[in-house]
C-alpha cells in the first residue's frame, strides 16, 4: 500500500496542459465559432450522424471518435453521434467499400429518412484510396450511394471534418429548406 | 316475466341442456356429425342464456330462490334441493358467460374434428359438463353436491380426451382423473364427517349447526375442504393435472376448464370458510394467502418458462387462482378478527377477480384457439407475424393480455387493485403474524403483477408480432361466430374495467348476502382505499384516452405532412432471417435465470461444429430450456414410491393360501365376540 | 378551476421534461471536463425530428405504430396527477397505484413495439426491460406504499402535505422509501448503472435497442415519453419522499418560492443522476437484479418500521 502510494506520489505528471494548446485552441474555437453558429442558423441547432465504416483502417474513426473528447466536444455546437441510422441526418461513411460491405451501406442509406447527406471521410472513401482497383473493393462511396460531401486526407484530421461539417450543415439545411 | 323466469328459468336450463345433450346423440347416431355438432353447442349457448337471465334475476329482482322436487330417486330421502342464493346466481352468471362465449366459438370450431373424429359424444359431455356446473353451484346438499361434482370431473375428463388419437392427452385424462378422485375423496370424507355429526346432508342443517362443532372437527372439516376444493381450483402443489389437462382439451373446453370449472373449487371454498364456519380462525386465513402468494409467483414463473402457448395459459390460471386466494385468505383473517367491514372488502376482491379471470382467461384461451386450429402447432416457437393474418384474433388476444396483466383500463386492474388494498388494510391493522403474512402476500402480488405482464408480452410478441418464424401461408382468420365469442368476452373486459364503479356494487351486493344475518357495517364503497382516496376507473380511462388523443392531434398538426417510406426492417447490414428474432425461450431466459434458485432450470445445448478439432465455427446449435418438475421429483414420487411400498408390505398377508384366510376369518370373529361381549 | 390545474399540469411537465434531460446531460459534459450541449439541445432535437421523415419497416403492425402515442399519452395522464410545486386535494390518477400501472402500461407497448420491429436488438431489448420493469416494480410498489403508510393517503396529489407533517421518527422509514423509489427510478428509466443512455453498442443497450427502429416524429414521441417519465419520477421522488416547499396557497408569491424550491430539488436530482453516471460502471444484466431486491428490500424495511 505505501509503495503504491509512494509511487503514484512519486510519478512525474504527464499530462499535457491545457494552455500548451492554447494558440491552436483559439484557431480551432474560430471554426467552432462559425459551426455553431450555421448549425443554429440552418439546422436549427440538431445534426446527428450515423458513422458506417465501410472497410476502413480504423483511422477515420479513431479520428472522429476524438470529435467527442473534451479538447473538440462537438456535442455543444449541437452534434451527436447516433446509434441507428434510423436516428440520423448524416451518414459518415469512411474507408473504401469492400465488396461485402457495398449491400450493407445501400441498406444503410435506405433506412435514413429524408432529409439526409452522405459524406464520404477520407481519401479511401473518395474513391478507394491506396486501395483504389484492388479486387476487394467495389469502389469508393460514390459508387454506391450517391454523396453529397468529401473530405481528404487519409485520415482526415478532426479539424478537416469539422470544417466539413459546415459545409454539411449548410447542404442540409438547403435540403430541409427546400421541403418546408 | 321476473316471476316467470325465477319459476321456469332452472327448468329451462336443464330442458336446453338435455335437449343439447340428447340431439347430439341422436343426430351423431343418424351419422350428421355436423348437425350434431352444431345443435349441441347452440342449445349450450341457449341453455347458457337462460343462465344468465336466472342469474340476473336473482341478483336484481328476485332474491335468492329455491327449490325442491319431492322425488327420492331411490338413493336416501328426497335429496333434490336446489338453492340460488346471490353467491350461486354470482357464479352462474360467470358460468353462462363464458359457456355463451365458448359455445358461439365452439360452432365453427368443429369442422376442425370433423371426419377424425365422431362428434356425438363430444356434444353429450359437453352439455353435461355445462349442466353440472351449475348444478354444482345451486346444490343445496351434500349428496346431489357430490354428484354433480363427480359429473363435472367425469365430463370434463371426456372432453379432456376427446382428441384420443395422440397418446398424450390419454395420459394428461388419467392424471386429471386422478387428482381430481383424489380430491374428492377429501370431500367424500368432510361431507360424511358433517353428516356423523348432523345427521343430515342438507347445506342449511351444516351451516346452522356449523358453530356448536368441536373445535377439532371443525379444523379437520375445514382441512379436508381445503384439501379437496384446492385441487379442483390447482393450487401450487396440486395444480399438476391443471397444465396437462387444459391444453390436451379443445379449446372453448380448455377455456370453460381454465374460466369457469376451477372456480367451483373457489365457490365451494367461499361456502366453506366464509358461509358453513364463519369463525374458521385467523390461522385458516393465513394459511390460505400463504398459498396463494406461492401460487401466484410460481404459477407465473412456470408461465414465463413455457413455450406451448395453452400450456402458458393454464400456468395463469395458477396465478390467478393464486390471487384469488390472497383477497380470500384476507378475507377470512379480517372476518375472524372481527373486522367485517374489511373482510367484505377482500371477499369483494376475491369475487371481482374471480369472474374477470374467468372473462379474460376464456378469452385468451379462445383467440389462442383460434390460432392453434389455423397453424396446427401449439409451439409458440413457430409463429410470429400472425397479426397480419389474424388481425382480429390478435386484437381480441391484446385486450385479454392486457386485462390479466393488470393494465388500466381494463378489469385485471380493478380486482388486483382491491386485493392490494385489503392487503394493505391487513398490514396496518392486524397482529405481528398477519402484518407478516399480509407483507408477503402483498410483496408476491406486487411481483406477479409485472412478471405476468412480461409473460404476456412474450406471448403477444412470439405469436402476432414481428415477422413469421414459420410459414403458415394457410392461416386466417376465424369465422364470424368464433369471432363474436371472443368479442364479447373483449366487450365485457373493458366493461368491467372502466365500468368498475357500476359493477362493483353488485359484487358488494353478493359479498354483503354471506354475512348478511351476522353483521353490521357495511363497507364504506369498494373503490374507497383507507385514506379516503378512491379508485377512479372511468377517471384513468377518460385521462389515458385524453392523453393519446392529444399527443395524436399534436403529432398531426406539426409532423402531418410528412413522409413515410416503407423499407426493410434495420438490420445492421446483414440479411436478417427470421432465425435472428428472438425466440419465446430466449425472452424469458433471463427472468428465469434471476430466479434460478427456485426454479431450477436445466439448460441442454447440443453444438455441431464445422470443424471438430478448432470448435471455431458454429454448424448448428440447439438449446433446451427446461425445469425441473420440482413436484414430482420431492412431493409424487415420493408419495408414489411410499404407496407402493406400503401395498407390498399388506401383500405379506396375502397367502394365497385358503387355510391361512380360514384363519383370519376364525380370528376376526373372536375379536369381534370378545368386543361385542363387553 | 381544477380543470385549470390539470391542464396546467398536462403542458408542464411535457414542456419542463427535455430541459431535465438536457440538465442531466450538461452536468455529465461537465464532470467529464467538457462544456456539452445546451441544456436546451433536448428540445431542437425533438423539433428536428418532427419534422424529418419516417421510415418503417415492412415487417411492422399497427402495435408499432401506435405504440408512440400510447407511452406519451400514458404519461400525460400521469402528468396531471403528479405533486409539482403546490398542494392539491385529488386527482383521478393519482392512486399509488394507478401510477405504477398505467407507467406498466406504457412499458408494456413499449416492450412490444420492440418485439414488432423483426430484428434481433428489439426482441432482446424487449426482454432485458420486462425484466427490470418486473422485478423494479416490488420496490416500486412498496416504497410508495410505505410512503401511503406515513401519510394515511393513497392518492399522490394529496400524499406531500400529510408527509410534511409526520414526526421525527417516521423520516428514518420515508428516506429509506426513498432510496428504494430512487433506485426504482434508475431502473425504469433506463440509467446508471441499469442502462447506459448514451451507448451506441447495441449489445449493450436495453431502452436504446427498443427504439432503434423509430425515426421522425414517432421517434420524438419515444424519446419525449421518455422524458415525461423521468420528470414524473423525479418530482414524485422529491415531492413524497422529501415533501417540503410545496405551496400551500394559489397566492404567486407562494407559487413563485415553492417553484424555486422544486427547481432546485430537481437540480440536486439531476445532479445525483449524473454523478453517479460519471462515476459509475454500469452493471452486468445479472446483477441488476440484486440491485432491484435491495430496493424492494429497503421498502419492505420502511413499511415494518412503519407498521410495528
Known amino acids: ?180 | 316475466m321476473v316471476d316467470f323466469i325465477a319459476q321456469f328459468g332452472l327448468f329451462a336450463i336443464f330442458a336446453f341442456f338435455t335437449g343439447g345433450a340428447a340431439l347430439s346423440l341422436i343426430y351423431s347416431a343418424y351419422g350428421a356429425e355436423r348437425e350434431s355438432w352444431i345443435l349441441s353447442h347452440l342449445f349450450a349457448a341457449l341453455a347458457s342464456l337462460c343462465g344468465l337471465l336466472l342469474a340476473g334475476t336473482v341478483l336484481f329482482a328476485s332474491g335468492p330462490l329455491s327449490f325442491h322436487l319431492p322425488f327420492s330417486l331411490g338413493i336416501g330421502p328426497d335429496i333434490l334441493r336446489f338453492q340460488i342464493d346471490t353467491l350461486a346466481a354470482f357464479f352462474i352468471a360467470a358460468i353462462s358467460i363464458v359457456g355463451i362465449a365458448a359455445s358461439l366459438f365452439g360452432i365453427q370450431y368443429g369442422k376442425h374434428f370433423l371426419g377424425s373424429y365422431r362428434l356425438g359424444g363430444f356434444g353429450f359431455f359437453y352439455n353435461l359438463f355445462i349442466a353440472s356446473m351449475i348444478l354444482v353451484v345451486i346444490a343445496n346438499n351434500s349428496f346431489l353436491f357430490l354428484l354433480a361434482w363427480e359429473g363435472m370431473a367425469i365430463a370434463s375428463y371426456f372432453l379432456v380426451i376427446f382428441e384420443r388419437h395422440e397418446a398424450k392427452n390419454i395420459s394428461a385424462g388419467m392424471l386429471y382423473l386422478l387428482i381430481s378422485q383424489l380430491g374428492a375423496a377429501f370431500l367424500f370424507a368432510a361431507f360424511l364427517i358433517l353428516y356423523a355429526l348432523t345427521g343430515s346432508w342438507d347445506f342449511d342443517t351444516i351451516r346452522a349447526s356449523a358453530g356448536e362443532m368441536p373445535l377439532l372437527v371443525q379444523n379437520i372439516v375445514l382441512a379436508l375442504a381445503l384439501l379437496g376444493f384446492s385441487s379442483k381450483a390447482g393450487i401450487i402443489p396440486l395444480h399438476i393435472w391443471l397444465p396437462e389437462a387444459h391444453p390436451a382439451a379443445p379449446s372453448h373446453v380448455s377455456a370453460l376448464m381454465s374460466g369457469v370449472m376451477i372456480k367451483t373449487g373457489i365457490f365451494m371454498l367461499i361456502r366453506f370458510f366464509v358461509d358453513f364456519f364463519p369463525t374458521a380462525g385467523i390461522s385458516w386465513g393465513l394459511i390460505i394467502i400463504v398459498l396463494g402468494a406461492v401460487s401466484s409467483l410460481l404459477g407465473v414463473l412456470y408461465a414465463l418458462s413455457e413455450h406451448d402457448i395453452k400450456r402458458l395459459l393454464a400456468f395463469h390460471s395458477v396465478e390467478n387462482i393464486g390471487i384469488i386466494f390472497l383477497g380470500l385468505g384476507a378475507s377470512i383473517t379480517f372476518f375472524s378478527a372481527a373486522m367485517p367491514a374489511l373482510g367484505t372488502l377482500a371477499l369483494i376482491a376475491a369475487l371481482y377477480h374471480t369472474i374477470n379471470h374467468a372473462l379474460f382467461k376464456a378469452l385468451l384461451f379462445l383467440s389462442a384457439g383460434s390460432v392453434v386450429a389455423t397453424t396446427g402447432t401449439r409451439n409458440m416457437e413457430e409463429y410470429g407475424g400472425l397479426i397480419k393474418k389474424l388481425p382480429y384474433t390478435a386484437f381480441f388476444f391484446l385486450i385479454g393480455a392486457v386485462a390479466i396483466s393488470g393494465l388500466p383500463p381494463f378489469n385485471g386492474f380493478v380486482s388486483e387493485w382491491m386485493t392490494f388494498q385489503s392487503l394493505f388494510a391487513g398490514i396496518g391493522t392486524l397482529p405481528i403474524i398477519g402484518k407478516i403474512t399480509f407483507l408477503v402476500g402483498a410483496s408476491s402480488l406486487a411481483f406477479t403483477g409485472g412478471l405476468a405482464a412480461a409473460c404476456f408480452v412474450k406471448a403477444f410478441g412470439a405469436i402476432f408480432l414481428a415477422r413469421p418464424r414459420h410459414e403458415h401461408a394457410h392461416a386466417h382468420e376465424s369465422g364470424f361466430l368464433s369471432l363474436a365469442g371472443m368479442g364479447l368476452l373483449a366487450a365485457l373486459c373493458a366493461l368491467f374495467g372502466v365500468a368498475a364503479s357500476a359493477i362493483t356494487p353488485i359484487v358488494t351486493r353478493v359479498a354483503e348476502s354471506l354475512r348478511a344475518a351476522s353483521d353490521i357495517a357495511v363497507p364504506s364503497a369498494p373503490l374507497q382505499s383507507l385514506g379516503g382516496s378512491s379508485l377512479s376507473m372511468s377517471g384513468v380511462a377518460i385521462a389515458v384516452v385524453f392523453g393519446v388523443a392529444l399527443c395524436g392531434i399534436l403529432v398531426w398538426i406539426i409532423a402531418g405532412r410528412r413522409k413515410i417510406v416503407v423499407s426493410r426492417t434495420w438490420d445492421c447490414g446483414a440479411p436478417l432471417t427470421s432465425r435472428m428474432e428472438i425466440t419465446a425461450t430466449g425472452f424469458s431466459r433471463s427472468i428465469i435465470m434471476v430466479f434460478r434458485g427456485l426454479l431450477q432450470p436445466s439448460v441442454q445445448t447440443d453444438v455441431e461444429y464445422h470443424d471438430v478439432e478448432t470448435r471455431y465455427f458454429t454448424k448448428k446449435k440447439k438449446v433446451e430450456l427446461s425445469l425441473t418438475d420440482m413436484y414430482h421429483a420431492y412431493l409424487y414420487s415420493p408419495a408414489i414410491t411410499l404407496v407402493e411400498h406400503s401395498a407390498r408390505q399388506a401383500r405379506r398377508i396375502q397367502t394365497g393360501n385358503l387355510s391361512t384366510y380360514l384363519l383370519y376369518i376364525f380370528l376376526t370373529t373372536l375379536l369381534l365376540l370378545f368386543w361385542a361381549l363387553q | 378551476m381544477e380543470i385549470l390545474f390539470y391542464a396546467f399540469q398536462s403542458l408542464a411537465i411535457p414542456l419542463a421534461s427535455p430541459a431535465v434531460l438536457g440538465l442531466i446531460r450538461k452536468i455529465k459534459a461537465y464532470m467529464q471536463g467538457r462544456q456539452g450541449a445546451s441544456i436546451m439541445q433536448p428540445y431542437r432535437d425533438l423539433a428536428k425530428l418532427l419534422r424529418k421523415d419516417e421510415v418503417v419497416s415492412e415487417d411492422n403492425s399497427w402495435i408499432f405504430s401506435a405504440a408512440p402515442y400510447i407511452i406519451f399519452g400514458t404519461t400525460l395522464a400521469l402528468a396531471i396527477s403528479v405533486p409539482l410545486i403546490a398542494n392539491f386535494g385529488f386527482a383521478p390518477t393519482g392512486d399509488i397505484l394507478v401510477f405504477v400501472y398505467v407507467l406498466a402500461a406504457g412499458t408494456f407497448f413499449l416492450a412490444l413495439a420492440g418485439m414488432d420491429t423483426g430484428g434481433g436488438f428489439g426482441g432482446f431489448g424487449a426482454s432485458r426491460e420486462m425484466m427490470i420493469a418486473a422485478l423494479a416494480e416490488g420496490g416500486l410498489i412498496l416504497s410508495l406504499v410505505a410512503a401511503s403508510f406515513l401519510a394515511g393517503e393513497h392518492n399522490l396529489a394529496a400524499m406531500p402535505s400529510q408527509l410534511a407533517t409526520i414526526p421525527l421518527t417516521g423520516l428514518l422509514p420515508l428516506f429509506l422509501a426513498g432510496g428504494a423509489f430512487f433506485i426504482a427510478l434508475l431502473a425504469e428509466n433506463a440509467r446508471y448503472p441499469v442502462d447506459n443512455p448514451a451507448t451506441h453498442l447495441e449489445l449493450t443497450m436495453v431502452h436504446e435497442a427498443m427504439i432503434l427502429e423509430y425515426s421522425g416524429p414517432k421517434l420524438a414521441l419515444m424519446e419525449w415519453a421518455a422524458a415525461n417519465k423521468l420528470l414524473i419520477y423525479i418530482a414524485v421522488l422529491v415531492n413524497v419522499f422529501f415533501p417540503w416547499g410545496l405551496a400551500v396557497s394559489i397566492a404567486p408569491s407562494a407559487l413563485a418560492v415553492a417553484f424555486g424550491i422544486f427547481t432546485a430539488k430537481v437540480f440536486a436530482v439531476a445532479a445525483v443522476i449524473a454523478f453517479i453516471e460519471s462515476t459509475m460502471a454500469k452493471f452486468r444484466i445479472f446483477r441488476v437484479p440484486d440491485f432491484l431486491f435491495t430496493s424492494f428490500v429497503l421498502s419492505a424495511i420502511a413499511i415494518i418500521l412503519i407498521v410495528l
Not at chain 1, 483511422?59 to 467527442?68: D, G, K, P, W
Not at chain 1, 482497383?133 to 450517391?146: E, F, L
Not at chain 1, 485520415?155 to 459545409?167: E, N, R, Y
Open chain 1, 1 to 180: 500500500m505505501y509503495r503504491l502510494l509512494k509511487k503514484i506520489l512519486t510519478t512525474p505528471d504527464t499530462v499535457m496542459r491545457r494552455s500548451a494548446f492554447a494558440a491552436r485552441d483559439s484557431e480551432f474555437e474560430a471554426i467552432g465559432e462559425r459551426l455553431r453558429e450555421t448549425v443554429f442558423s440552418s439546422l436549427k441547432g440538431s445534426l446527428a450522424i450515423r458513422e458506417v465504416a465501410a472497410g476502413s483502417s480504423n483511422t477515420e474513426e479513431l479520428e472522429q471518435t476524438a470529435l467527442c473528447n473534451c479538447y473538440y466536444d462537438v456535442e455543444r455546437f449541437g452534434i451527436r453521434f447516433v446509434a441507428s441510422p434510423r436516428h440520423a441526418d448524416a451518414l459518415f461513411v469512411s474507408g473504401p467499400v469492400a465488396r461485402n460491405m457495398a449491400e450493407a451501406l445501400r441498406r444503410t442509406y435506405e433506412a435514413t429518412p429524408e432529409p439526409k447527406i452522405v459524406v464520404a471521410v477520407g481519401d479511401g472513401a473518395i474513391d478507394g484510396g491506396i486501395f483504389k482497383g484492388s479486387y476487394g473493393i467495389a469502389g469508393g462511396v460514390k459508387d454506391v450511394i450517391p454523396v453529397d460531401i468529401e473530405i481528404t486526407g487519409d485520415p482526415p484530421s478532426p479539424q478537416a471534418v469539422i470544417t466539413a461539417i459546415l459545409a454539411v450543415a449548410e447542404k442540409l439545411g438547403q435540403k430541409r429548406a427546400a421541403r418546408m
